[in-house]
């Protein structure tokens, strides 16, 4: 199976600041990487998919990069409603896997 | 509204078993590969199972596979998770997934509608 690691596994940022989530594949997954969003007690909401494409009606400050086996997820100013846990998942392989998680707070 | 809506969810002994429903509306259901995906009570997101837009292919987690089946009624536009010999760890959120794809040259998958999910609680 491919693995996924998410670092960090938490952070805490302010209002406005730019905020990096980074993604590593255990083997190299192209770009068959997605990133999904949950507030608490929500379903997860897709994000941006293919590691670049950002999803119809997701905010522009959201946006992805890279190939590979590393992937970044960026936030270029933080809101309020981005409090929320982040997941990485693969799309390279029939075993889909998620990454562990990044969980966002708002200083 | 494309939807998804699972039912089934209950509280099951060990060893017990379980079937799973999710409806789906206001989309071509029998276009779509689907999922099945849990997050274990303040855990994260896990993979369950996949099965292509004609059943004719099904993917399991090595956590799952042998005691889970997936299965879809297209016709009915429904999907299906057989649960089987339940572990206190199998208790979770279990979610259905819609997975969709980008258009050639290359296939990118991703899952982007989410029902809310129905609650398995593994419990003597």
């Known amino acids: 199976d491919i693995q996924m690691t998410q670092s960090p596994s938490s952070l805490s940022a302010y209002v406005g600041d730019r905020v990096t989530i980074t993604c590593r594949a255990s083997q190299s997954i192209s770009s068959y990487l997605n990133w999904y969003q949950q507030k608490p007690g929500k379903a997860p909401k897709l994000l941006i998919y293919a590691a670049s494409s950002l999803q119809s009606g997701v905010p522009s400050r959201f946006s992805g990069s890279g190939s590979g086996t590393d992937f970044t997820l960026t936030i270029s100013s933080l809101q309020p409603e981005d409090l929320a846990t982040y997941y990485c998942?693969?799309?390279?392989?029939?075993?889909?896997?998620f990454g562990q998680g990044t969980k966002v707070e708002i200083k | 509204e494309v939807q998804l809506v699972e039912s089934g969810g209950v509280v099951v002994q060990p060893g017990g078993s379980l079937r799973l429903s999710c409806a789906a509306s206001e989309f071509n259901f029998d276009d779509y590969t689907m999922h099945w995906v849990r997050q274990a009570p303040g855990k994260g997101l896990e993979w369950v199972s996949l099965?292509?837009?004609?059943?004719?292919?099904?993917y399991y987690a090595d956590s799952v596979r042998g005691r889970f089946t997936i299965s879809r009624d297209n016709s009915k536009n429904s999907l299906y998770l057989q649960m089987n010999s339940l572990r206190i760890e199998d208790t979770a959120l279990y979610y259905c997934?819609?997975?969709?794809?980008?258009?050639?040259?290359?296939?990118?998958?991703?899952?982007?509608?989410w029902g809310k999910g129905t609650t398995v609680t593994v419990s003597s």
């Open positions: 998942q693969q799309s390279y392989n029939s075993l889909r896997t």
């Open positions: 997934t819609k997975e969709s794809q980008t258009q050639s040259p290359y296939y990118y998958y991703y899952m982007d509608v």
């Open positions: 099965i292509t837009w004609d059943g004719g292919n099904t």
